[in-house]
């Protein structure tokens, strides 16, 4: 059973970077052909997807976002993070890492955390 978690402070100051971490068990973020993804949802919003790393370390990022986002892994951890860069209030979002699965199915989800931007 793959479960994954999010982890973070709930709160930064703008212009500063947000900064989160997704730690997986029960399967390896190396495994052929896992993709691993970060999602948000702003207050009143649906989801917005912000980018993924995959299996192999490649990464893709939303053309919206891509100038402040980096995406890295540990895998000496099974983790994988995420780094927004020059925060605002806009990206008050509740977080969430996801695994694209078999046949592009969305087949786990950790549970969400809730980041606030504010001064």
């Known amino acids: 059973q793959v479960q994954l978690q999010e982890s973070g402070p709930g709160l930064v100051k703008p212009s500063q970077t947000l900064s989160l971490t997704c730690t997986v068990s029960?399967?390896?973020?190396?495994?052929?052909?896992?993709?691993w993804n970060w999602i948000r949802q702003p207050p009143g919003k649906g989801l917005e997807w912000i980018g993924r790393?995959?299996?192999?370390?490649?990464?893709s990022y939303s053309p919206s976002l891509k100038s402040r986002t980096s995406i890295s892994r540990d895998t000496s951890k099974n983790q994988f993070t995420l780094q927004l860069s020059s925060v605002t209030p806009e990206d008050t979002a509740v977080y969430y890492c996801?695994?694209?699965?078999?046949?592009?199915?969305?087949?786990?989800w950790g549970q969400g955390t809730q980041v606030t931007v504010s001064s």
């Open positions: 996801a695994r694209l699965g078999s046949y592009g199915s969305w087949d786990y």
């Open positions: 029960g399967g390896s973020i190396t495994t052929n052909y896992y993709v």
């Open positions: 790393i995959t299996y192999s370390g490649d990464t």
